[in-house]
């Protein structure tokens, strides 16, 4: 059993038959008040999210989920293909499943995929990625200020909003939960 | 350089962080077991790297604190300074006790951390309220407190308090030394009077709105509270409010259910600071009851933009009431299977001897550095938080 000093983010637990993931949560001591984790739960199977209070003190069961590190390989149809790297296995894995940032996700991407009672229900891919603008128009002589962005298309067919010094053939680093860009990687 | 397919040499690799040279003489800093020094690696995905001119020498990216961090630390010994000679100009004395005793903190709601056969304290009032029967008027004490199991956007299990204590003075003194200590050292670490939360802008100049915990009950959280209601009518008043609270919640659960649901993100919404005084009289700690009505504590609590600052009480001095109050959260303590302390007989044998009427506070200075420096984490302004280490 877990206790509340074990809640951490992606604590996986189980509540009413169903396998949770902990997404949030945060300390709540006021003085000279009982303490408590306000948490925030999602679904594994339906997505749904829910906050909870747990008081210091009460029991979490976990939840009997797997945890394996997979590769991405490649889309198909309205799947994306991954091999587990320590077997070969390969699963297919619906798009719905990763949510919008399924589109920056390059061949061989080092991905974790929960299973709970054998079945994939969740997809973590890095928080970075590196990809490579393949289009994006030449940015307007001048206007350098800083918030001025353009559109631009990276190796795996995604549009980001780029700054306008970003040119074709330029690395940059992509922050996969907000789909915005964060750097330019030195040349 | 293009990021994937680069190439290099590994300089220098210390438990699984490497420092790389790539083939085009960049240097860089990945993570990745099982690497040795001088191993050549393929197809590396540079994470951060470098011109070979821009290395920034030995300190490298894992070991250097972020620029924010740094300031912040700068921020937090301006603060000390401040306060520190806030307290030598009204005549204070700088006292230190022990953080080692056999007697921690009795609060029901706290758990103190074992160590050397005795505990941490988990606040320095015992021993504080030992010198001030001792013949102490004016002390203060800048120093590390424990609780355990405590972590939190607010709360670092090992984290600083700032207590003070003024003999033979009222508790509006004190508000005033808090309200005056914390513009002092805001000033002195952002050249303002102001302190950034997230988007606002908050003054903190003195003097500070005021309500007490009666009026701040009815305004935002509509439940009357009396004082001297048993346990299961404060938890209809509660419902009646339209707050959650479980059968048979204690008076303490059922207060707080109604202030963190409604109260609090009430006062952290304001716009300016707000102190909330004359608690009821089952949340009084270790605060005398007004002398005209027992059904209230002198007490306050400060707050500012969200952050619970200090806590002061006008002290309670009567020995047989404080053993008293002892045993009861010793025997609640017990029920809800919580470790049962020693009681400090020896702070019970101070207040006898006489402690003199006064009064006392207690802040969080990591709280005081973080509004101060407008940090949105207490580990912000920590040198190394617990996991750090």
């Known amino acids: 059993m877990y206790d509340t000093s074990d809640i951490r983010k992606g604590l996986k637990v189980l509540m009413d038959g169903n396998p949770f993931t902990v997404i949030e949560f945060q300390f709540v001591k006021p003085g000279k008040g009982a303490a408590f984790t306000r948490t925030k739960f999602k679904n594994l199977l339906t997505g749904a999210v829910f906050e909870r209070n747990i008081r210091s003190g009460e029991k979490l069961e976990p939840a009997n989920v797997e945890t394996r590190d997979m590769q991405f390989l490649y889309r198909e149809a309205g799947d994306l293909v991954f091999m587990d790297q320590t077997n070969y296995e390969q699963v297919s894995i619906s798009i719905d499943l990763i949510g919008a940032s399924h589109d920056l996700m390059k061949d061989n991407l080092p991905c974790t995929v929960v299973f709970f009672n054998e079945r994939p229900v969740d997809v973590t891919i890095p928080t970075f990625v590196f990809l490579e603008v393949t289009a994006s128009e030449p940015g307007v002589k001048g206007d350098t200020s800083g918030n001025v962005t353009k559109p631009a298309t990276v190796e795996t067919g995604a549009e980001v909003a780029v700054p306008l010094f970003i040119r074709v053939g330029d690395t940059i680093k992509i922050d996969t939960r907000t789909h915005e860009y964060v750097e330019r990687v030195a040349k | ?389």
């Open chain 2, 1 to 389: 350089m293009s990021a994937a397919g680069a190439r290099g040499r590994i300089l220098a690799v210390n438990a699984g962080i490497a420092i790389i040279r790539g083939e085009r003489g960049e240097v860089s800093v990945r993570a990745q077991p099982g690497w040795q020094a001088g191993d050549l690696v393929d197809d590396l995905t540079v994470v951060r790297a470098y011109d070979a001119g821009d290395y920034p020498g030995p300190k490298t990216e894992v070991a250097r604190l972020p620029r924010p961090r740094l300031d912040a630390l700068h921020g937090r010994a301006q603060a000390l300074t401040a306060l520190r000679a806030f307290f030598a100009a009204r005549e204070f004395v700088e006292v230190e006790t022990p953080l080692l005793v056999p007697s921690p903190g009795l609060e029901i709601h706290l758990d103190a951390v074992r160590a050397g056969g005795g505990y941490l304290i988990t606040s320095p009032e015992y021993q504080m309220k030992r010198l001030l029967a001792g013949g102490f008027d004016k002390i203060y004490q800048v120093c590390k407190c424990f609780r355990g199991g405590e972590r939190g956007p607010h709360h670092a299990s090992e984290f600083t308090m700032v207590e003070w204590y003024r003999a033979f003075d009222h508790l509006d003194t004190i508000m005033k030394d808090m309200e005056s200590l914390v513009h002092t050292v805001v000033r002195a670490v952002s050249h303002a009077s102001t302190v950034k939360i997230g988007a606002r802008t908050i003054d903190v100049t003195p003097p500070w709105p005021r309500l007490t915990v009666r009026e701040a009950m009815k305004k935002w959280a509509n439940v009357e509270i009396a004082g001297d209601e048993p346990a299961a009518d404060l938890v209809a008043k509660v419902r009646r409010a339209d707050v959650k609270v479980a059968d048979g919640t204690a008076w303490d659960d059922a207060f707080f259910a109604a202030f963190l649901a409604r109260v609090e993100p009430a006062i952290a919404a304001l716009e300016h600071p707000m102190i909330l005084e004359d608690w009821p009289a089952p949340l009084a700690a270790l605060a005398k009851r007004k002398p005209a009505d027992p059904l209230t504590a002198l007490r306050f609590e400060a707050y500012v933009g969200g952050i619970e600052l200090a806590n002061a009480f006008g002290e309670l001095t009567d020995p047989v009431e404080q053993r008293s109050r002892f045993e009861e959260d010793l025997r609640i303590r017990g029920e809800r299977n919580r470790e049962v302390y020693p009681i400090d007989e020896k702070l019970l044998a101070a207040l006898a001897e006489g402690l003199p009427p006064s009064a006392g506070i207690a802040l969080g200075f990591d709280r005081l550095v973080m509004l101060a420096t407008g940090a949105a984490s207490i580990d912000q302004v920590l040198s190394f938080t617990a996991d750090e280490l």
